[in-house]
T-cell receptor
Framework: EAGVVQSPRYKIIEKKQPVAFWCNPI?????LYWYLQNLGQGPELLIRYENEEAVDDSQLPKDRFSAERLKGVDSTLKIQPAELGDSAVYLCASSFNPSGEQYFGPGTRLTVT | AQSVAQPEDQVNVAEGNPLTVKCTYS??????LFWYVQYPNRGLQFLLKYITGDNLVKGSYGFEAEFNKSQTSFHLKKPSALVSDSALYFCAYPGNTPLVFGKGTRLSVIA
């Protein structure tokens, strides 16, 4: 069984530039999550999808961050414009349902210069 | 407020010795609790979970965790540590927002 796929693995951009991350969850997993992880800390939820519906985006900085999961499968997280403080690892995870164990992708390490 | 706490930032143990990574919880009702591991430059991997039933939960890679209601703890254990167990370990619970993570404990197993 293929795991959660994320791309790119690494991204370096200048501040004020846009950036997008892509995630393909495990087949059949209806719930998809985007997390932000700063160095030495635990992941923090940005947004959770149930199928194509964003059911929890309270922690998503909506002035610059956006996400979509149009067909209820893969998802894209975008930042525009990026700021220096956005440098972090962005993790995607999926689960069969909201209470089940989550399976994480390898993450995208973003560096904003 | 509901939370999990990992009181140790770093745990060092010699290879072959037993290891314990501590987690305490402050969660109302019957808590669901999880342990995840993160190896360098990789995403988190699920180790085990407690939902109900037997207080000793067995998980992946020889790890187990003991749920202790009186001490509000869910410590991760392994009888004999391997160098390859060196990683970052996270305790988590599914709050109103699914999976709230502790700050993590870095485990170093020394050969």
């Amino acid at each position: 069984e293929a795991g959660v796929v994320q791309s790119p693995r690494y991204k370096i951009i200048e501040k004020k530039q846009p950036v997008a991350f892509w995630c393909n969850p495990i087949s059949g997993h209806n719930t998809l999550y985007w997390y932000l992880q700063n160095l030495g800390q635990g992941p923090e939820l940005l947004i959770r999808y149930e199928n194509e519906e964003a059911v929890d985006d309270s922690q998503l900085p909506k002035d610059r961050f956006s996400a979509e999961r149009l067909k209820g499968v893969d998802s894209t997280l975008k930042i525009q414009p990026a700021e220096l403080g956005d440098s972090a690892v962005y993790l995607c995870a999926s689960s069969f349902n909201p209470s089940g164990e989550q399976y994480f992708g390898p993450g995208t390490r973003l560096t904003v210069t | 407020a509901q939370s999990v706490a990992q009181p140790e930032d770093q745990v060092n143990v010699a290879e072959g010795n037993p290891l314990t990574v501590k987690c305490t919880y402050s969660v109302s009702g019957n808590p669901y609790l999880f342990w995840y591991v993160q190896y360098p430059n990789r995403g988190l991997q699920f180790l085990l979970k407690y939902i109900t039933g037997d207080n000793l939960v067995k998980g992946s890679y020889g790890f187990e965790a003991e749920f202790n209601k009186s001490q509000t703890s869910f410590h991760l254990k392994k009888p004999s540590a391997l160098v390859s167990d060196s990683a970052l370990y996270f305790c988590a619970y599914p709050g109103n927002t699914p999976l709230v993570f502790g700050k993590g404990t870095r485990l170093s197993v020394i050969a």
